[in-house]
Each structure stands twice: as structure tokens, then as C-alpha cells.
């Protein structure tokens, strides 16, 4: 099994002792009666602008570092990055992390005399290439500072995050089926046509097609240049839930979903 990337280490370990206690977490401001009993640092982490669109999508980020005193602590390297969240797929409701994450290094600025560290027009936005179905579109950016460098000792570790509004244009999705009514055996057909904003080219964006409530989806396509798709299944006796799920390749798209009128005669009587 590969390796997790250091940035992917980064996030990982920053939520996972964050939840369990481990790490310091950010305070309201820099005054000594902030910093937790036994902490020697407080850390903070905030974004100018709080809010990004489709046109406007940088951001300057900046931060302090001061001494439990209050005081401003100098020459303090600080890790900090960009997360993009995702909803974790769970229609069952089991206890597990409601999103996985995908972070993104943006620097390790160093403090100056005055304790604060700054990353100017930072891009927010998705620079991996990974499908957008389930984003969310409230960004992560995190602050890290660990005293001795270990990601293992996290009892020296301080840790801060803010949120920024990615505020996402809407998009739509149409479609036709070959029936309505279905039954165990049968090819259902979908196709129809995503409409994204003017100026916004549609190539790359996916459709999925749900038929159980289990599922994410059954069955996935990518839309051709002129945002037309067309996609079939082979319905089982189960298929209980027909739903059409698009992701768009920008994170300031929202994805559209449509509910398909699809009755399965197979299902049992009163499901």
C-alpha cells in the first residue's frame, strides 16, 4: 500500500488529535488568558477576504503566533493548508467521519518580529483533478505549528483552521427515459443534456446514475462537448431509488440532481 503524502499526513493527523484532545486549538486572540493550561503558544489562522465566486477566487492568508504571555513569538515556522472537503457517501448513518478530505500545501511561512506569518492571493480552488461528486464548498485552511517537527508527539502541537465560502454558480441537468415503469431484466435508458453557466464549457463533467439506495451510483458517464450524455443499466428486482447526480470540473459549479420518475415493478408489494 502507498505511502500518505506529507500534506495528506498533515491533514490527517491535524483532525484526527484535534478531535481527540491532542492539539491545541485555536484561540480567539492573542492574549496570555488564551492559551490552555501547560500550552506555550497560541496560534490563529484567518482569510482576507472570508468568501470566494465563480470571479473572484484569492484570498490572502495570515496568522499570529504568540507566547502563552501574550507576547509575540518570532521565527515560528507554521504548515499551512488548503482543504477541500467531500460528504462522505453513508445512507446507513454509521459512526464514521461524515467527509474525507483532500489537502493542498500552500507554504511554511515563517513568523516575523510582530508573530504574525502571511500567504498573499492564495488560489482557493481544486487543483487535483478528482471528481467533484459530493464537494463541499466550504474550504478548510488550516494551520499547523508542531515545536519539535514530529507528527508524532502531538502534546507540542498547536493547531487553528478557518472556513472560506466558496460560493458556487448553479447548473442544471434534463433528461428522458425510455420507460417508466420497469421491471427485473429491463435496459433502462437515460439521456439527457447539462446545462452549466454561459461561459462555463461542459466538457468532463460527469453524470451518475443511482437505482439503489445503497449506492452512490450504478452507473457513471462523462457528458460529450456539447453537454449531452446517454447512459443504460440492466435493472435488478432491488433497484429501489433512481436518481441522477452531476459534477461539473469546477469547484465553483454546483452540481445539479434530478429525481427520475421510475417505478420497478419487481420491488416486493409495499416497499
Given amino acids: 500500500m502507498p505511502s500518505k503524502s506529507l500534506s495528506a499526513r498533515v491533514a490527517a493527523t491535524a483532525a484526527l ?11 480567539a486572540s492573542a ?11 497560541v496560534l490563529t489562522v484567518s ?4 468568501s470566494t465566486d465563480f470571479d473572484n477566487r484569492h484570498v490572502d492568508v495570515t496568522g499570529t503566533v504568540t ?5 509575540p513569538a518570532a521565527d515560528i515556522p507554521v504548515t499551512v493548508q488548503e482543504v477541500v472537503r467531500f460528504t462522505t457517501w453513508n445512507p446507513w448513518g ?11 500545501d500552500l507554504g511554511k511561512p515563517v513568523t516575523d518580529a510582530t ?3 502571511t500567504i498573499p492571493d492564495v488560489a482557493i480552488d481544486h487543483v487535483t483533478g478528482s471528481s467533484l461528486l459530493n464537494v463541499e464548498h466550504d474550504v478548510q485552511i488550516t494551520a499547523l505549528y508542531d515545536e519539535d517537527g514530529d507528527l508524532n508527539t502531538p502534546q507540542d502541537g498547536y493547531f487553528a483552521d478557518t472556513t472560506v465560502a466558496a460560493n458556487a454558480k448553479s447548473s442544471s441537468v434534463s433528461y428522458k427515459v425510455n420507460k417508466k415503469k420497469v421491471k427485473a431484466g429491463d435496459i433502462l435508458t437515460v439521456q439527457g443534456k447539462v446545462t452549466l453557466p454561459k461561459g462555463v464549457e461542459p466538457q468532463g463533467t460527469e453524470v451518475f446514475l443511482q437505482t439503489y439506495w445503497e ?7 462523462t457528458v460529450e462537448d456539447d453537454g449531452f450524455f446517454v447512459m443504460s443499466v440492466r435493472v435488478s428486482g432491488y433497484d429501489d431509488t ?6 461539473p470540473t469546477d469547484l465553483y459549479v454546483a452540481g445539479a440532481e434530478q429525481k427520475l420518475p421510475i417505478t420497478n415493478t419487481s420491488l416486493p408489494s409495499g416497499s
Avoid at 454509521?94 to 493542498?104: A, F, T, V
Avoid at 433512481?242 to 459534477?247: M, Q, V
Fill in 242 to 247: 433512481f436518481t441522477l447526480r452531476t459534477a
Fill in 17 to 27: 488529535l484535534l478531535a481527540a484532545g491532542a492539539l491545541s486549538a485555536p484561540a
Fill in 94 to 104: 454509521d459512526p464514521i467521519d461524515p467527509n474525507y478530505y483532500e489537502p493542498r
Fill in 67 to 71: 507566547k502563552a504571555d501574550g507576547t
Fill in 31 to 41: 492574549a496570555s488568558s488564551d492559551a490552555a493550561p501547560g500550552d506555550a503558544y
Fill in 215 to 221: 449506492q452512490e451510483y450504478h452507473v457513471k458517464t
Fill in 115 to 117: 508573530g504574525k506569518f
Fill in 47 to 50: 482569510t482576507n477576504p472570508s
